[in-house]
T-cell receptor, first 110, second 113 residues
Framework: GEDVEQSLFLSVREGDSSVINCTYT??????LYWYKQEPGAGLQLLTY?????DMKQDQRLTVLLNKKDKHLSLRIADTQTGDSAIYFC??????????FGPGTRLSVLP | KAGVTQTPRYLIKTRGQQVTLSCSPI?????VSWYQQTPGQGLQFLFE???????NKGNFPGRFSGRQFSNSRSEMNVSTLELGDSALYLC????????????FGEGSRLTVL
């Protein structure tokens, strides 16, 4: 079945760049998404990329998509303590439901 | 525009009981999806409703059920609760389902003792 994988933890220093990686299996996904979850809260859409794009930039966020390798990454420039959260990669499963990765817990150290 | 509202936010039940969780989607959204989030399994899809019909269903036992009303509000029910049902239950809405942004509520945290 469809599967989305991510590394579980990432620690960076404040001001550095963070790169969160994701691999997925469903090559027919229309969009690929990055969601953010802060403690005690639901998920919030950060950004998404259409499957026929290679890159999307949105302020401090850069999404890179390698369709051949089914690899997605999220780069956060100038990481701040407020960026500490769990980041989920997700794909839409033939447009039926979303399949989420296990989440990467980003810790930003002062 | 009000966001997705889930009630109750927290609840404690004992094994064998049943529970009903409620979700009010964003006004105008007709698709409501439910997800279970646990530390061990992550986010798992339960089911999706659109126009009062269950359109998709995940791999959960029949103890998990849901419904959607004509105003798009949705409820999910878990009967004969087990300890393993302890989780954060998240509801998400979208205009019509399929691809597109899911708007999540803050979740209902269920603890089964």
């Amino acid at each position: 079945g469809e599967d989305v994988e991510q590394s579980l933890f990432l620690s960076v220093r404040e001001g550095d760049s963070s790169v969160i990686n994701c691999t997925y299996t469903d090559s027919s996904s229309t969009y690929l998404y990055w969601y953010k979850q802060e403690p005690g809260a639901g998920l919030q859409l950060l950004t998404y990329i259409f499957s026929n794009m290679d890159m999307k930039q949105d302020q401090r966020l850069t999404v890179l998509l390698n369709k051949k390798d089914k690899h997605l990454s999220l780069r956060i420039a100038d990481t701040q303590t407020g960026d500490s959260a769990i980041y989920f990669c997700a794909e839409d499963n033939y447009g039926q439901n979303f399949v989420f990765g296990p989440g990467t817990r980003l810790s930003v150290l002062p | 525009k009000a966001g997705v509202t889930q009630t109750p936010r927290y609840l404690i039940k004992t094994r064998g009981q049943q529970v009903t969780l409620s979700c009010s989607p964003i006004s105008g959204h007709r698709s409501v999806s439910w997800y279970q989030q646990t530390p061990g399994q992550g986010l798992q899809f339960l089911f999706e409703y659109f126009s009062e019909t269950q359109r998709n269903k995940g791999n959960f036992p029949g103890r998990f059920s849901g419904r959607q009303f004509s105003n798009s509000r949705s409820e999910m029910n878990v009967s004969t609760l087990e300890l393993g049902d302890s989780a954060l239950y998240l509801c998400a809405s979208t205009l019509a389902g399929g691809s597109g942004e899911l708007f999540f509520g803050e979740g209902s945290r269920l603890t089964v003792l």
